[in-house]
């Protein structure tokens, strides 16, 4: 079970993480007359995750507050994710949150997602 900032804010439906690798920030300096370039590192990015899935409620109250509750944690603040195979990845922040309109799955109502998290440099 995933988890953002302790809430199971994602649990009524299927969903899946992609966690992208590292990055370092750098900038090429290339000079004419000059073969190949020289590299500055400056440090490492923020390593991006992203998050694809589909949230199921039994009535349109119930899914408007599951997704009150998803853009309330999109808040600005750098907190812990355990991603749908239990790996924690901390200093995590939520960068956005894109349903898709309502629709109905069988009886009950869904939604489609997609979520953007950053992992900030502690």
Do not use: C
């Not at 991006?48 to 408007?64: E, H, N, R, W």
């Amino acid at each position: 079970m995933s988890r953002f900032e302790g809430e199971d804010l994602f649990g009524s439906g299927p969903h899946h993480f992609h966690v992208h690798g590292v990055e370092q920030r750098h900038v090429t300096h290339e000079q004419p007359g000059v073969d190949g370039a020289a590299v500055t590192a400056q440090g490492r990015a923020a390593r991006q995750i992203d998050q694809k899935g589909m949230l199921l409620a039994d009535d349109v109250a119930s899914m408007a507050d599951q997704i009150a509750r998803i853009e309330a944690a999109a808040g600005g603040r750098a907190g812990e994710l355990v991603d749908d195979a239990g790996r924690q990845w901390s200093n995590v922040m939520m960068l956005s949150f894109e349903p898709s309109a309502i629709w109905r799955h069988g009886a009950r109502l869904a939604v489609n997602y997609q979520v953007r998290y950053v992992q900030v440099n502690s």
